[in-house]
């Protein structure tokens, strides 16, 4: 039982790359989630999922693309990276009762130059 | 909206003593539920202590305790006993009960160091 995995842990872009950060996880859990942490301002939600193929917006989602294909995975695309999304990104995952905790991946600390 | 506050930025203590965190927050729902989560120089979002908002008792965990105050939406952390492996950025959360998402909404953060 891994968890939250997170891939890849560090990468460094140039402006206007295209870049996919994946996040998978073995719990079986209908919620996932992408939150995008900086510093003074906490984590923010990006874009979340209540299950396979239903994706939504949340807090920050401009610039930024997902798809659920599956229960275990959900990636999180940047189309065309720039400065300001430069930032650590968490997948988070959790049954979808509002109950339950949410488990967190180890983060991807990204760089766009 | 909801909004979480953390007004201390920075946090230092010594080892063996007890700090607070205090954390507020601003909701116009009456069921919902509060987090801890503490992130070490390693990363990783680790839950501390939940409490839900229906439940009068303060939570506890080992060292870790709340003093969840519903009227005046404060929800502070109590550490007993600091330990260097507790130096960290603290995070207060709150998520709405039932909602269509489990979306959490974060304070900024407040950073401990304890000295030994």
């Known amino acids: ?113 | 909206a909801q909004t979480v506050t953390q007004s201390q930025p920075e946090m230092s203590v010594q080892e063996a003593e007890t700090v607070t965190l205090s954390c507020t927050y601003d909701t116009s729902e009456s069921n919902y539920y509060l987090f801890w989560y503490k992130q070490p120089p390693s990363r990783q979002m680790i839950l501390v202590i939940r409490q839900e908002a229906y439940k009068q008792q303060n939570a506890t965990e080992n060292r870790f305790s709340v003093n969840f105050q519903k009227a005046a939406k404060s929800f502070s952390l109590k550490i007993s006993d600091s330990q260097l492996g507790d130096t960290a950025m603290y995070f207060c959360a709150f998520m709405n009960y039932g909602g269509a998402t489990n979306k959490l909404i974060f304070g900024t953060g407040t950073l401990l160091a304890v000295q030994p």
């Open chain 1, 1 to 113: 039982n891994a968890g939250v995995t997170q891939t890849p842990k560090f990468q460094v872009l140039k402006t206007g790359q295209s870049m996919t950060l994946q996040c998978a996880q073995d719990m079986n859990h209908e919620y996932m989630s992408w939150y995008r942490q900086d510093p003074g301002m906490g984590l923010r939600l990006i874009h979340y999922s209540v299950g396979a193929g239903i994706t939504d917006q949340g807090e920050v989602p401009n610039g930024y693309n997902v798809s659920r294909s599956t229960t275990e995975d959900f990636p999180l695309r940047l189309l065309s990276a720039a400065p300001s999304q430069t930032s650590v990104y968490f997948c988070a995952s959790s049954y979808s009762q509002g109950r339950q905790p949410q488990h967190f991946g180890d983060g991807t600390r990204l760089s766009i130059l």
